[in-house]
């Protein structure tokens, strides 16, 4: 007997794809990984620099004049610091196996949240953004002419 849509069984492959794709995601310990395999190794290489980033940030913002920029840019260290903590430790309880902390849904959840953070501080920095101009005063040649006002 012909196995999935040959049988008129359409809804029945559908759900059998759908379970698929949601046990790939929430299984609990998908195993399979390694500290040598590339993705590995690519996800601790970018939460490594991660934290690297929040340290150099940290630096940048301290020499930084323009309070503006300065306070928006406040979060941007301790954010960059957790994002890569939390990665590692998602990353080596992948590799060790550590159930539930090493779903696939954790790091959809971890990019989605990376991914907004980042695009809210876009927005945040292009809107509150502005630099304080010094003000040149206009100097007008009848100003010698023309009455002094009166000191009350």
């Not at 590799?95 to 949240?113: K, S, T």
Request: aromatic share 14%; net charge positive.
């Amino acid at each position: 007997m012909p196995v999935g849509s040959q049988t008129g069984h359409g809804t029945l492959d559908s759900l059998r794809d759908v379970n698929a794709i949601l046990r790939f995601f929430f299984y609990p310990n998908p195993g399979n990984a390694g500290y040598a395999k590339p993705t590995m190794t690519a996800l601790l290489i970018l939460c490594g620099l991660l934290v690297a980033g929040s340290f150099a940030i940290r630096a940048w913002r301290g020499r930084l004049t323009n309070p503006v920029s300065k306070k928006l840019s406040r979060s941007w260290s301790s954010a960059t610091f957790w994002f890569g903590v939390t990665g590692i430790v998602m990353v080596v309880s992948r590799v060790e196996g550590i159930q539930f902390l090493a779903m696939r849904f954790l790091w959809v959840l971890w990019f989605a949240a990376l991914l907004l953070y980042a695009v809210l501080q876009i927005r945040l920095f292009r809107t509150r953004f502005y630099e304080v101009l010094p003000q040149a005063e206009a100097v007008d040649p009848r100003e010698k002419y023309l009455p002094k006002r009166k000191k009350h």
